[in-house]
T-cell receptor, first 113, second 114 residues
Framework: NAGVTQTPKFQVLKTGQSMTLQCAQD?????MSWYRQDPGMGLRLIHY???????DQGEVPNGYNVSRSTTEDFPLRLLSAAPSQTSVYFC????????????FGPGTRLTVT | AQSVAQPEDQVNVAEGNPLTVKCTYS??????LFWYVQYPNRGLQFLLK??????LVKGSYGFEAEFNKSQTSFHLKKPSALVSDSALYFC????????????FGKGTRLSVIA
């Protein structure tokens, strides 16, 4: 079991560029989510999914898109990167969305210049 | 709206002393409560949770937390701190019933000094 994997680990983008952060889990978890972590802000939810084909917005969804075509994968797309999106991004998954014992990936550190 | 407060940005404790990391919450119903730990350059790791039952919950690495409904608190504790406990600790809450995602506190950095 690899758990939750994220690629890339580091990325530098120029303002206006687009990219996709990859997230995959091999635990057959229904629930997946994306967070961003900024100093002094804790973790803020960007988007989440309760199953394949179903996604919803979290606290800070603007500038990000997601899709969930399979149970395993939950990519996060930055449409037009902005310096305000410089952050560490974490993907998480959970078998039971009600009990919310989430497993986190190692994170992607993104810098937008 | 649900929220979590971790009133201390930083907690310093000597090795071998007991430690407490504070968390208070605000939800409209009875909550599910969680503690996670983050070591440098790593993702978050689950420590423990309160769902129902005993107010004192035991978790990984010798940590425990006490749910206090009247004070709306869920403080993390450990009887004897280790240097290796130094990390960033997050409290999180989700109200029940309902289908809203977890809400995390801003985190408390614990530093255990040898």
């Amino acid at each position: 079991n690899a758990g939750v994997t994220q690629t890339p680990k580091f990325q530098v983008l120029k303002t206006g560029q687009s990219m996709t952060l990859q997230c995959a889990q091999d635990m057959n978890h229904e629930y997946m989510s994306w967070y961003r972590q900024d100093p002094g802000m804790g973790l803020r939810l960007i988007h989440y999914s309760v199953g394949a084909g179903i996604t919803d917005q979290g606290e800070v969804p603007n500038g990000y898109n997601v899709s969930r075509s399979t149970t395993e994968d939950f990519p996060l797309r930055l449409l037009s990167a902005a310096p305000s999106q410089t952050s560490v991004y974490f993907c998480a998954s959970s078998a039971d969305r009600r009990r919310y014992e989430q497993y986190f990936g190692p994170g992607t550190r993104l810098t937008v210049t | 709206a649900q929220s979590v407060a971790q009133p201390e940005d930083q907690v310093n404790v000597a090795e071998g002393n007991p430690l407490t990391v504070k968390c208070t919450y605000s939800v409209s119903g009875n909550p599910y409560l969680f503690w996670y730990v983050q070591y440098p350059n790593r993702g978050l790791q689950f420590l423990l949770k309160y769902i129902t039952g005993d107010n004192l919950v035991k978790g990984s690495y010798g940590f425990e937390a006490e749910f206090n409904k009247s004070q709306t608190s869920f403080h993390l504790k450990k009887p004897s701190a280790l240097v290796s406990d130094s990390a960033l600790y997050f409290c999180a809450v989700r109200p029940r019933p309902g289908n809203t995602p977890l809400v995390f506190g801003k985190g408390t950095r614990l530093s255990v000094i040898a």
